[in-house]
């Protein structure tokens, strides 16, 4: 793929300690992107983005989920199978296999990066904010699987909290966005990327490169999503005119922006 960002020791760091932070050790973290760039979660790395254009079409997304009725949370995860939970769109989710995935180093540690577009209102409404309340990914050999419950999916490979806790969501891990936010102005609802995250493929170690990468996501328990469907995309090449390059650097450059000016300790 080239060079994408020019490496820094606080790159170094940051990733050589995430990768090294298993999900399930870390507990009780709010990552709120509206007022830092980026920071980590278990062994992920999360980033604001704002890749332009984002938009249906432009996108290419594998997993489209909406809140149904007055429902302010959604969740669901890509399956060729139907529409499970609150999925919608048949033509933009749909099955991933591994061997689709292109991978990103940073510093010498490999990750794969998932994109979302939140269609959420814009500057100066107060709407235009969204928690990501869960992202769990399993692989599988059976592809178009539509289980009420993700974890039947198959192996998990990465988890920002685990499903459930009795009857409620448990929501202990969770990331803030702000759809509003771009460099010199705001931007709003579908066509603009908001958050970019970063899964070592370590973690897919041992899955077989056809196996199908299902991507659960849940949205809304802390802050609702109240606007418009949300979308993610994963990077899989360059077929937007290198926009998604774009993305990966300037995910990067604000991972050294966040970690020169605030530390690693608050958020690993």
Do not use: C
């Not at 990733?15 to 399930?24: C, G």
């Not at 980033?47 to 938009?55: I, K, L, Q």
């Amino acid at each position: 793929m080239g060079k994408i960002a020019s490496p820094t020791r606080a790159i170094t760091i940051l990733a050589a300690i995430a990768a090294l932070l298993p999900a399930s050790k870390a507990f009780g973290i709010e990552l709120d992107l509206t007022t830092q760039e980026s920071g980590t979660i278990g062994a992920a790395i999360f980033s604001r983005a704002d890749t332009h254009p984002a938009g249906t079409g432009v996108f290419d997304p594998f997993l489209t989920l909406s809140s149904k009725g007055n429902q302010n949370v959604e969740q669901g995860y890509n399956t060729s199978g139907g529409l499970p939970l609150d999925d919608m769109r048949p033509h933009w989710t749909h099955d991933l296999q591994l061997n689709q995935l292109k991978d990103v180093t940073i510093r010498g540690v490999s990750y794969f990066a998932f994109e979302l577009d939140a269609n959420e209102t814009g500057n100066g409404n107060d709407r235009r904010t969204l928690s990501v309340d869960n992202i769990r990914i399993y692989t599988s050999p059976k592809g178009s699987q539509t289980p009420n419950n993700p974890d039947a999916l198959g192996t998990l490979r990465y988890a920002l909290n685990p499903l459930l806790a009795g009857a409620t969501f448990d929501v202990s891990n969770w990331i803030k966005i702000d759809a509003s936010k771009k460099e010199a102005g705001s931007t709003s609802g579908s066509g603009s990327s908001d958050l970019v995250v970063y899964v070592p493929t370590s973690l897919f170690t041992g899955a077989s490169p056809t196996d199908f990468v299902y991507f659960y996501n849940l949205n809304g328990v802390h802050d609702s999503a109240d606007a418009g469907f949300e979308e993610w995309r994963a990077l899989t090449g360059v077929p937007d005119g290198g926009n998604t390059l774009v993305l990966l650097g300037a995910g990067l450059t604000a991972l050294v922006f966040w970690a020169g000016r605030r530390g690693l300790s608050s958020n690993v």
